[in-house]
């Protein structure tokens, strides 16, 4: 299984990027997917998630302005970025929730891209 992110970049202060991650490999089931973030000396911070069903929760320092959405058709899951402020640049990873084979209500495990990094310059 891989995830691969793409989209990342350096745009100015008010700019908007769109974020894209597509998970491959042998696949049975995704169910959540997510987008975290980790700045310079800060943990990594959950950004975004987005349930199988589209259901999606977010961190209060983007509400309003990220936009987390999926295209279960292509395991794809995207981020796209408003108003981004120079408090957002960080290394932006996605993660995802999977099964790789039937098996009933046991969890799934979690994988994780490598990262793409978001500049935002004032």
């Known amino acids: 299984v891989q995830l691969v992110e793409s989209g990342g970049g350096l745009v100015q202060a008010g700019g908007s990027l769109r974020l894209s991650c597509v998970v491959s490999?042998?696949?049975?089931?995704?169910?959540?997917m997510a987008w975290y973030r980790q700045g310079p000396g800060i943990q990594r911070e959950l950004v975004a998630r987005i349930t199988s069903g589209g259901t999606t929760n977010y961190a209060d320092s983007v509400k309003g302005r990220f936009t987390i959405s999926r295209d279960n058709a292509k395991n794809t899951v995207y981020l796209q970025m408003n108003s981004l402020k120079p408090e957002d640049t960080a290394v932006y990873y996605c993660?995802?929730?999977?099964?790789?084979?039937?098996?009933?209500?046991?969890?799934?495990?979690?994988?994780w891209g490598q990262g793409t990094q978001v500049t935002v310059s004032s």
């Open positions: 993660n995802a929730d999977l099964k790789t084979y039937y098996s009933g209500s046991s969890p799934g495990v979690v994988y």
């Open positions: 490999g042998r696949i049975f089931s995704i169910n959540h």
